[in-house]
């Protein structure tokens, strides 16, 4: 039986995984148990600070529902969400940024015509969105799918709201492009909001006095044959925490200005009763095929 060694211990782990037979497992688990010892040792890791670390994994887990997915929240919070999207698209020459998908969406949905009012029965600044989806060399992107989800002027989706039913939801639909690769709608201004803070990642954000914000921004899912799909926000420019993002997810290209118009009439048609805002943004889509990202069950707890 070999003598315990601690200097001999990552060596001997590392060789516990050399008979793995799929390849990248066997070199993921290296890597993952080289980092980890590594961690222990730089930081002389006491027995508290490990339970504490396990207790936390744990509530993380348990915290976890069908619909709601607080390790993928703490991947959020931590940055691994937006380095793992970097690493994913590196080639990305011409075609807009990425950024997180988030736990709001909930897939699927229902297809309204261009110049949908997305906002109905909701308070709020009136805001009209005028978008383009082209290829990298700006031709136009006819018959592309465009999912868009954002938050209410309070901060909420509406899957977080008591209201919600099950029906078509609000301020989330899908458009399809024109001939032109144009989609429009109407909906109002969002703000912006914390991401969920009842649970373990909530806890590990106050103890380490930061705070929970999103900046306000429109998500944008745009699918596209012979296109990578493209899993973006439009961000408001002005807004107080485009440079604190909890989740680590702005990029300056991304962030728009909505610009104020008096007109009495909005680009639908309908009368202006105040001040409206117009949101102009053109979605470079990149040639291939890829992932399409899947929703949690429905929305967020
Ligand atoms: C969101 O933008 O909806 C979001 C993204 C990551 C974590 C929480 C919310
Ligand atoms: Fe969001």
Known sequence: MPQFDDRLLTKRVVESFSQTPNERQRFLMVELVITLHDFVRRTDLTFEEWSSAIDFLTRTGQKCTPTRQEFILLSDVLGVSMLVDAINHREREGATGTTVLGPFYVGEHKEVPNGSDISTGLSGK?????ARVTAPDGAPVANAIADIWHADDEGFYDTQKPSHATGNGSLRARFRTDAGGRLAFRTILPC????????????????????????????????????EPLVTHVFLEGDDYLDSDVVFGVKEELVCKAERNDGAVMPDGRKASGPWYRMTYDFRVRPGTGHVPQPLAAGTD
């Open 126 to 130: 009136p805001m009209f969105v005028c």
């Open 192 to 227: 912006s909001y914390p991401i969920p803070t009842d649970g373990p990642v909530g806890e590990l954000i106050r103890a380490s006095s930061r705070h929970a914000m999103r900046p306000a921004h429109v998500h944008f899912l745009v699918n596209a044959e012979g296109f």
